[in-house]
């Protein structure tokens, strides 16, 4: 399969790409290689990764702990000092071996240590190939807001191989598939239509046309000044639920796809009351994300929590929080602000069922 | 005096500063605007400084602790927290108002906030007006590790303005004193012989040009592959000598040119084994730096831990550590190994009379 080419580093898919990885590390002559893993990736992919791996570099092993609640800057913190103290340099190389957290936070800690050093992402959950595969975003949360600590960094490349999907449950897939159902909704009228009966079959063709569509918005504008704020539909509402769901104790964590799957819902809602986004389509959008993600229950009590979360938006300024809506399914907008009125509606749009 | 345009910011000089600065608030049209201080600067710069400042930008003031202690990860997580909850977006600046440790830690933290915002340095001692004022380097220490965790991210803008010297004791002054000794090493005989005799009386000028010196070095390497290790003669040694100091409890913290003073005279010894500098600059050296810095003295056991702190150094990799000496008074060669043996005897000549 075709790789495709971002700014600094190069997407490459399966096979290709461990032919890749090992004609950059017999250039690069890297003091030592670091691989990146959590409990979950050490047990099921470290050694189908390790076994295609062709290097005389010393190879050491940091695992962190799975899940969101770990991207954390304590985590960032203990992988600096372990790398210090295994005698990690400038010319090591850190290999993130696992989903959104290991990546956002792998390309992070690399692009801080001795003010920066090269990584390579093999993302291991559908999320991670089609959301963080491009772009450079790397970050850890802030107590309960999300990705608040980063920096704009790119890999030296990346690996896509959907063989580590295999492993993967059916929850963390469908988390994945939200992103490929936005990428659709923004950018992709037939791809959103092909992809709204499920997972397609053919995922690994998906997953590349994913990446394709991310690539093209990213390299047109890399730091997030106009376009690229198009791939934050469905994030703004959907990163005040992730953030309420993850610091609330009366309920259970969710996963980043299934709090954006929310938050598509309802900036569909805000996308037909403000940009002209047709009746029908919003109404396409919400079934099909239900009949996808199922519906959550907000309380009354959580709604006005929830609104709290927008005023930490790292797409805010001047106090105002802007949206990317859409004006038709395949077609955003983006610097859309919202009144406060509408937003409660588009709560109420999304618990009517 | 004339401003000296490094990469993306500018360096200026006294009242010229405060106008540019005014300017480039005035149509860059901030959210808001943060100055990060410590307690010696809140008390002796902050006033005179808002004082010159004229926006319509709403003015927060972060405080931390002083001193290279201070200098965390944990001070850094603080500061975020404190941005955060005080509502700061992409659009705000931060304003760094105070010595390395304000600079260094504060750039580093606009740098990785929601993954970069602006900021300005106002460097108001002696020290991080010659030395942090131009090449972007930012970072916090792990630990005693000086400096391992940062990024290289360009201030919009540095002002550099003696007035804030006033409040400087001499043992501040003088460490500054160090790095600007150190630039007419490196790469400017006649600036090293007008300095010998001690912090000059038209100290503007001296820093001008000490900036001057230094930002010819980084402009020409920015990310340091090779002439910018030029300005980490005395480093190697001396960041290890400061780093056992900061860690030790038999000893008092040192200022950074007080450790790099010490520093500078073993890679002078190191120069003249190695590259040809000639014994009697290698004297003159000592002879300089003993009569503006005095002598430490060390035990026996503290020089196999400093040695050991080599190993930490940013410039190694593959095991190997690397120097910067040179191969005459204002003519410096990088890259350089240096057997242990040699090492100790570098000790043992800093410290005999």
Sequence with gaps: MQSICSHTSTVHFGETGYAEINGHL????????????DSNTHEHCLAPFL?????????EVLEVEPGEVNK??????????????????????????????VTDMGGF?????????DFINVPTTLLSMVDASVGGKTGVDLGPLKNQIGTISQPVMVLVDPIYLQTLD??????????????????????WASLKPGIPEKLTE???HSVAIKNEVVTQDPTEQGLRKILNFGHTLGHAVESYFLESEAHETLLHGEAIAVGMVMEAYLSYKLCGLPWSDCEEIKTTFKAHFGSIAFEAEDIEKILGYLKFDKKNSHGKVKFALLKAIGDTQWDIEVPQDLLLESITYYEKV
Aim: proline share 1%.
């Design 51 to 59: 076994s295609q791996l062709a290097t005389d570099s010393p190879i």
């Design 170 to 191: 059916q929850r963390q897939k469908t988390s994945g598939f939200a992103e490929m159902l936005k990428h659709g909704l923004i950018k992709d009228a037939n791809y």
């Design 109 to 117: 800690v690399a692009s801080a240590f001795k003010r920066g050093i």
């Design 72 to 101: 954390t800057l304590e985590t960032c913190n203990q992988l600096w000092l372990a790398l210090s103290e295994l005698g990690a340099d400038r010319k090591s190389l850190i290999i993130n071996l696992g989903g959104g957290v």
């Design 206 to 208: 998906s997953i590349h």
């Design 26 to 37: 017999a250039k690069s002559n890297y003091s030592s290689v670091f691989v990146l893993v």
